[in-house]
């Protein structure tokens, strides 16, 4: 299926690996152009590499947190610089502290906020003001929006909030022809999981058990949930909006 986004202009947060970066090179592959944002500016520019050799029309890179005031404006002007337009944007973050709330400290939660809420908040919000009709934002949260799981305790607490913010910009925006979207990863095998399992005395254990809890008997593969981000993202989804999609090889229960 040709997503038709070769003529279009693409921002993807957290791009410089796991699903972030699966989710440029599956864009790549399409014809985008890029317009691609880490904090880590030595993988960004490996990642770019990728996309550049995966097909993008363009790639451009701008370093930074989310959690800095400045960067979703220094992002979107990046893609305004470049091509004129921004079409669609792949809002990701990478997870914010592990452990239980008795561990994690006021100053961790009020980090994990601005870094997560109010990034990915400001990012939508800075994006929708210069896209037209057609434009499409996916914040990328988690299965923990449907069920809390133990040891992200911060990350529990925080992407239910946004998923439910997502639904409000998508009825805020919905009269300009720009769509928002949720999609919530279940467990992909990306370092971000695999860490994750390293805190049990047996990772290869701990990762038989989880997955036993899916349906499909796996972890998903990053490039799985890339397609299926960028497919949101193009107009082939044109009448999607306001939805929170699990893509959890069925193991949530809702």
Known sequence: MDLELRDKTVVITGASSGLGLATALSAASEGASLILNSRDAQRLTTAAQDAEAAGATLVKTVTGSLGEAHTATDIVQAAMDATG???????????????????????QWHEAFTTVFMGMRRMART??????PGGSIVLVLSSTVRVPIAGIATSNGLRPGLAVLAKQMSVEFGPQGIRVNCVLPGRFDTARVRSLDAVHDDPQAARAQ?????????????????????FVLSSKASYLTGTAIALDGGASPV
Request: aromatic residues 6%; proline residues 10%; without cysteine.
């Open 85 to 107: 337009r921004l079409d669609a944007v792949a809002i990701s973050i990478g997870g914010p502290p592990a452990g239980p709330d008795g561990s994690i400290s006021d100053e």
């Open 210 to 230: 989880q997955e036993a809890l899916i349906p499909l008997g796996r972890y998903g593969r990053p490039i799985e949930f890339g397609d299926f981000v960028t």
């Open 127 to 132: 994006a929708a003001q210069v896209m037209g």
